[in-house]
């Protein structure tokens, strides 16, 4: 109930601290290894459908990176890693110039995976794509 209150704005504002505080009951609260806590040591032995019930929340895209990289790096087997093919079409040579593929590959956009996207097998992938097939995008 209490992320689905943070979700529609409905917590209350605390007195004396700013409007865009909230406050985490303690029940929440991890003070080990937020992994660890999350996702047990026996990660290579859990089921699917018990890590599918798992989730850590992160304020950014880095973050979140950050923590999947630790995740990945707990699994077993060798990791694939995919690249992302970035190019600038553009008549305009200063396009070029401002930005070069080392400054596309740094970016993280929200909804988007990283340039260098490292996965194992046994790690879960949520698969986001445009449906619109009025444009023929499936």
């Given at each position: 109930?209490?992320?689905?209150?943070?979700?529609?704005?409905?917590?209350?504002e605390i007195s004396g601290l700013p409007c865009d505080s909230i406050e985490i009951p303690q029940q929440m609260a991890i003070?080990?290894?937020l992994i660890e806590a999350i996702y047990s040591e026996n990660l290579n032995d859990?089921?699917?459908?018990?890590?599918a019930k798992r989730v850590i929340l992160a304020p950014t895209n880095k973050k979140t990176l950050e923590m999947n990289r630790s995740i990945i790096a707990k699994l077993q087997d060798e990791p694939h890693t995919f690249y992302s093919s970035d190019s600038i079409i553009s008549e305009d040579q200063k396009d070029l110039q401002n930005y070069p593929p080392e400054f596309l590959h740094d970016l993280t956009p929200s909804g988007m995976p990283?340039?260098?996207?490292?996965?194992?097998?046994?790690v879960i992938v949520m698969l986001l794509r445009n449906?619109?097939?009025?444009q023929g995008l499936l």
């Amino acid at each position: 109930m209490w992320l689905l209150n943070i979700g529609s704005g409905n917590l209350p504002e605390i007195s004396g601290l700013p409007c865009d505080s909230i406050e985490i009951p303690q029940q929440m609260a991890i003070e080990e290894n937020l992994i660890e806590a999350i996702y047990s040591e026996n990660l290579n032995d859990m089921e699917v459908e018990q890590l599918a019930k798992r989730v850590i929340l992160a304020p950014t895209n880095k973050k979140t990176l950050e923590m999947n990289r630790s995740i990945i790096a707990k699994l077993q087997d060798e990791p694939h890693t995919f690249y992302s093919s970035d190019s600038i079409i553009s008549e305009d040579q200063k396009d070029l110039q401002n930005y070069p593929p080392e400054f596309l590959h740094d970016l993280t956009p929200s909804g988007m995976p990283p340039h260098a996207l490292m996965l194992k097998k046994g790690v879960i992938v949520m698969l986001l794509r445009n449906l619109n097939p009025k444009q023929g995008l499936l």
